[in-house]
């Protein structure tokens, strides 16, 4: 069975600082998935990582893949009040499974 | 990018009662559609699978006859949650996607049930 396992759980920073989330899966597959969730709405998808090596990067947000380790990173650069939120990692193996979420607050 | 919509966002209901909610893909045929469930501060978890035209796939542990789905058309899916009680309280998010697994699941905004 395919478990995705997301950490830290919930984290809390100051302005301006840098940080990682990092999401670990347990069965092979080369498409993982990162979303934001802010309370009370639905998933908005941040980036889709399809290959091993695979980066991408939006605004203060940088996501890695490393498909021989089952490893992604979620980078935050500077992080801003804006970016409090949840996020989550998903992986698809024929239905999307998630992780548990990283609860981010980010403190003025 | 392609649209799903849910409908209601958010429900109110007396315990007993059966909500249905929709699922709608606007530009798109959704040839599968995935049901998850969220508790407060929890994950989403996939309650089920449903391939047009199909029974649909339940997870384990959810009850197919409490959480019904009905996949008739490409472009809709509804759950009912029959006889709903506080339990059932939480939020409903679907996602459609077309026939191949690699491609992309497309979230709707959600529906946040609450049964009195």
């Known amino acids: 069975e395919l478990k995705v396992e997301q950490n830290p759980l919930f984290l809390s920073m100051q302005e301006g600082k840098n940080y990682t989330i990092y999401c670990n899966y347990s069965?092979?597959?080369?498409?993982l998935y990162w979303y934001r969730q802010d309370p009370g709405k639905s998933l908005e998808s941040l980036f889709v990582?399809?290959?091993?090596?695979a980066v991408k990067q939006e605004g203060r947000l940088m996501a890695s893949l490393d498909t021989k380790a089952r490893l992604s990173t979620l980078h935050i650069t500077a992080a801003v009040h804006d970016l409090s939120a949840t996020y989550f990692c998903?992986?698809?193996?024929?239905?999307?499974?998630f992780g548990a979420g990283t609860r981010l607050t980010v403190k003025p | 990018g392609a649209v799903v919509s849910q409908h209601p966002s958010w429900v109110i209901c007396k315990s007993g009662t059966s909500v249905k909610i929709e699922c709608r893909s606007l530009?798109?045929?959704?040839?599968?559609m995935f049901w998850y469930r969220q508790f407060p501060k929890q994950s989403l978890m996939l309650m089920a699978t449903?391939?047009?035209?199909?029974?649909?796939?339940?997870e384990q542990g959810v009850e197919k006859d409490k959480f019904l789905i009905n996949h008739a058309s490409l472009t809709l899916s509804t759950l009912t949650v029959t006889s709903a009680h506080p339990e059932d309280s939480s939020f409903y998010i679907c996602?459609?996607?077309?026939?191949?697994?690699?491609?992309?699941?497309?979230f709707g905004d959600g529906t946040r049930l609450s049964i009195l």
């Open positions: 996602s459609a996607r077309g026939p191949y697994s690699n491609q992309p699941q497309h």
């Open positions: 069965t092979t597959s080369d498409r």
């Open positions: 990582l399809l290959s091993n090596g």
């Open positions: 998903a992986v698809n193996n024929n239905d999307m499974r």
């Open positions: 530009d798109f045929q959704a040839t599968t």
């Open positions: 449903s391939n047009e035209g199909s029974k649909a796939t339940y």
